[in-house]
């Protein structure tokens, strides 16, 4: 599924709180999306300078291949894990 940034979500990151809300129970739905956007911010900031290191000592060839290795192995494991939800439906 290809997702298309929108105005109010410049990185397309709307498919993916989506699916936090929706797994999550609503007393604790604004505390699950809260920690999920924290830890993909921190992912953001320490992933570009994790890269820029990378290409630093191994050229940007290598950076980028890791990059595309992380990206593929990111998505097999969501593929695995991460199950629809749909409320109402059995």
Known sequence: MKTTPTAATPTGTAPTDAAVSDHAHP?????????YR?????????GA?????????????????????LTAASGLLAA???????????
Do not use: K
């Open 27 to 35: 007393a604790w739905r604004a505390n699950a999306l809260g920690a």
């Open 38 to 46: 924290f830890w993909r911010d921190i992912g953001y900031a320490v």
């Open 49 to 69: 300078l994790l890269a820029g290191v990378l290409a630093d000592t191994l050229g940007l060839g290598t950076t980028v291949i890791a990059a595309a290795v």
């Open 80 to 90: 695995r894990w991460l199950t629809e939800h749909r409320p109402g439906l059995r």
